[in-house]
């Protein structure tokens, strides 16, 4: 496939008429709103045609879904992902489970009808929506606990139908850095018996010694071991509460990716993906400004909305555009093809295990088709 910069004048008919493709083939891979307006500085999708028969890809391609996902995005997403990671799961102290607020069978059901495998996300998040790493440490220092918890996760694998298990703790205390691999060893071995894979979601480290809550307590090297894959979380470098720049900018990513190979098999990787932007309002004030998430085929209509033009950062390989509204100066960044070509091309180049997208909720249609191109995937 390839990809046109919109430039000044441009049409969707003149386009497609200069590149000899099907004006709706461009208005359907890229989501494009009726009249069809584009952006100076769009990056826009132009198919190659053809569907072909439905074919799995040869990379994993696993993507975070809440249970009160559309399930109109849900069933345009499947065709693309070999693992469809149920958020979340939560467990007590005593390691008795905590299910999603809402019924997840939907979830699993329609996984299972993509040939998608359906797989349990757990998390310590607590009542109040946060990681709790003291809840991590009173459960996984416990042996009766991570007993219980491994039982209860066995009988939802056995009962509901899930097909693996996704480890997504952050926070966790310098001093349970052990004790946590060890817990992931114990979970591999019990869901391995009944035939199912373990993943670990890991924080964005660039050395052993990285010192902050987020990193201390994930060692990159026992987990990899322990784990039978991990997810490298790299994203939230541009983050709601931090400055404007790049969620995923390219060159940090690669650092992360480096410094994981020293640590962990490349067929054990796979690299984090973000399916979203962020807004910020200007000036930004460190503990003031607060971004507003937006989804990536929204992030292009507001820049036509505001007719502000669309840049791109060579560095970070990533687009982004400023305007103001209401009195109010804003930048926002986001994803387009070319920041995930780039990502794309990071796991060819390193041969990683595949991508993990946070998360799911909204269609970026042009991601799917391009990850089909890229990988050689077929659309079902």
Known sequence: MEIHIVQPGDTVDGVAAAYGVPAQSII????LPYPYPLAVGQALLLPSGGDGASARPPITAGGYAYPFISPWVLEQ????????????????PEGELIPPPLDDSFLIAAAKSFGTAPILTLTPIGADGKFNNYLISQAINNESAVGRLIENLLAQITERGFEGVDLDFEYILAEDRVPFAEFVRAVRTAVNALGFPVSVALAPKTSDAQPGLLYEGKDYALLGEAADSVL???YE???????????APIDKVRQVVEYAL????????SLGVPNYGYDWPLPFRQGESKAATIGNVEAVQIAIAMDAAIQFDETAQAPFFRYSHGGTEHEAWFEDVRSLSAKFALVKEYGLRGAGYWQVMQLFRANWMLLADTFSIQKA
């Not at 359907?28 to 989501?31: F, G, R, T, V």
């Not at 470098?237 to 969620?247: I, Q």
């Not at 020293?262 to 990787?269: D, G, L, M, Q, W």
């Open 262 to 269: 020293t640590r962990i098999p490349a067929h054990k990787i």
């Open 237 to 247: 470098w541009g983050y709601t509460y931090g400055p404007p720049m790049a969620v």
């Open 232 to 234: 490298l979380m790299t």
């Open 77 to 92: 997403t499947l065709p693309y992902l070999t693992d469809l990671l149920v958020f979340s799961y939560g467990f007590t």
């Open 28 to 31: 359907y891979a890229n989501q």
